[in-house]
C-alpha cells in the first residue's frame, strides 16, 4: 500500500531493552509493561497522551485482563477518551498496525497515531478449550508459544524446517550460515559503543516495582557472546542440518511504539522537525514450509508500490529468526549482507513476537538519519510462510 502523507515523527520511535525469556521481564504482564514504556517514552520526548487520538495495540501473547485491548493502555496514559484496535499478525505484527495507522494518517482520520506492540514469551499461557468429544471431557490443551514453533497445522512442519528447506534450495553451507550470525553480532556489538550512545537514542529502560522499591532494565538481557570458534562448536538442531541455536533467534520480552503522523504534524513533535515519511507497506507469502523466503515477496510488494528498485534502498534492515533469511533475501535482491542491519537484529537480541518490527524499523530511521537520509526497507518474515515489509524515506 502506498502513502504520500504519513509520517513517522524522528526521536517518537522506540523500543524498550530486550530480555531474553524466563529473565528479568518473565513476571512482568506485558501491558503492564507497555503503560511504564510508553508513558515515559511520551514524556521525556513532550508529546501529551491525550493529542493522540488512534491508538492501535499490537499483541500476539494473550495476558491477563488483555480482553480489553488498548483501551487499557490508553486509559491508564490519560487518554481515556480514545481507543482502536488490537492487531496481531504473529511476527508481522509491527508491519501491520504501521500500515493501520498509516491508513488513518493518509485518510485524514486523525493527524496524531500511536501503535503500542508489546509481548512477553516468558510465561506464555496454557490454553485449555472445552470439549465434550474427549475422554471424560477432558479440555483440550496448547502451549500459546511453545506449541507453535513446533507445528504449523497446515504443513505439519516446525519453524526450524522452513529454515532447513530454504537452506537446501538456496545451498548453503553450514559455514556460510555462522558467517552472518557471527556478522549480526559483531554489528550488534558496534551499536553498544561509547557507552551505548546508539541505542540510548531509541531505546527506554523498564522499570519494574518490587517489594523494596524497584529496579530497571536498562540494556538488553540474554545476549550470547558469539565466535566463529563458539559457532563451529554447536550441533546443528536438525541432524544433519545446517542451522544451529547460534544461528537462530531466541524468544525475548519487550515492548515498542511508534507514533505515525501527517507531515504537518510530525514536524511539529519531531526531533529537529526531522520525520520518516512511510512510502509503502507490503505484505507476502511463501510455498507451504518456506518461511524465510516470505521477506522476499514482502519487499518486492512494498517496493513497487512504493515505486523504487532495491539498488535505491540505503539500509535494511531485518526480523530474520534464523540467519538463512538474511541469505535469501541478498541472493535473490543481490543486496550485500554487510549493508543489513548496521545495529545487529533479532537474530542476535531476541525476538519478543509483536514488537521485534518495530524495533528494527526504529532501527533503520536512526541508521538512515547517521548517515544524513536516505531510503530505507524493513522486511521480516512471520508465521504461516508470510512476511511484512515497511519502505520509509528520511530527508537529510
Not at 208 to 233: C, M, N, Q, Y
Amino acid at each position: 500500500m502506498r502513502f504520500h502523507d504519513a509520517h513517522i515523527p524522528f526521536g517518537l520511535s522506540w523500543t524498550s531493552p530486550f530480555a531474553k525469556w524466563q529473565g528479568p521481564l518473565a513476571e512482568v504482564n506485558s501491558l503492564d509493561l507497555a503503560v511504564d514504556v510508553t508513558g515515559r517514552a511520551l514524556e521525556a520526548r513532550g508529546l501529551p497522551p491525550e493529542e493522540i487520538t488512534e491508538w492501535t495495540l499490537g499483541c500476539t501473547v494473550p495476558q491477563q485482563y488483555g480482553f480489553y485491548g488498548v483501551t487499557l493502555v490508553s486509559r491508564r496514559l490519560g487518554a481515556g477518551r480514545y481507543g482502536g484496535p488490537w492487531l496481531s499478525r504473529a511476527c508481522a505484527t509491527s508491519a501491520v498496525v504501521v500500515e493501520h495507522l498509516a491508513t488513518q494518517v493518509e485518510l485524514g482520520a486523525h493527524a496524531t497515531t500511536i501503535g503500542v506492540i508489546t509481548d512477553r514469551t516468558s510465561n506464555g499461557p496454557l490454553m485449555l478449550y472445552s470439549s465434550q468429544r474427549s475422554t471424560g471431557g477432558a479440555p483440550l490443551a496448547e502451549h500459546w508459544v511453545l506449541d507453535p514453533m513446533k507445528l504449523d497445522p497446515t504443513t505439519g512442519q516446525s519453524m526450524n524446517d522452513t529454515a532447513e528447506n530454504t537452506a537446501v534450495d538456496g545451498g548453503y553451507t553450514r559455514e556460510q550460515v555462522d558467517e552472518v550470525a557471527l556478522l549480526r553480532y559483531e554489528q550488534y556489538v558496534s551499536s553498544l559503543a561509547d557507552d551505548r550512545a546508539i541505542q540510548r537514542e531509541y531505546m527506554v529502560p523498564v522499570r519494574i516495582p518490587t517489594k523494596r522499591g524497584e529496579s530497571w532494565v536498562e540494556e538488553d538481557h540474554g545476549v550470547f557472546p558469539t565466535t566463529a570458534e563458539g559457532l563451529a562448536k554447536l550441533s546443528p538442531v536438525k541432524p544433519g542440518g545446517v542451522v544451529t541455536y547460534g544461528a537462530q533467534t531466541h524468544p525475548a520480552d519487550g515492548c515498542a511504539g511508534v507514533v505515525v503522523a501527517t507531515a504537518e504534524r510530525a514536524r511539529e513533535i519531531g526531533q529537529d522537525g526531522v520525520t520518516a515519511q512511510i512510502l509503502a507497506t507490503g505484505f507476502g507469502r511463501a510455498e507451504p514450509a518456506y518461511m524465510p523466503k516470505a521477506p522476499v515477496e514482502a519487499a518486492r510488494v512494498a517496493l513497487a508500490d512504493a515505486g523504487i528498485e532495491m539498488s535505491d534502498v540505503d539500509v535494511v534492515t531485518t526480523h530474520n529468526p534464523f540467519a538463512v533469511n538474511d541469505l535469501w533475501l541478498a541472493d535473490q535482491t543481490g543486496y550485500p549482507l554487510e549493508r543489513m542491519n548496521p545495529y545487529g537484529s533479532s537474530l542476535v537480541y531476541g525476538h519478543p513476537q509483536g514488537p521485534t518490527g518495530a524495533r528494527a524499523i526504529t532501527e533503520l530511521i536512526h541508521a538512515l538519519h547517521a548517515r544524513g537520509g536516505g531510503t530505507g526497507l524493513f522486511t521480516g518474515c512471520a508465521a504461516g510462510d508470510s512476511a511484512g515489509a515497511v519502505v520509509v524515506r528520511v530527508d537529510g
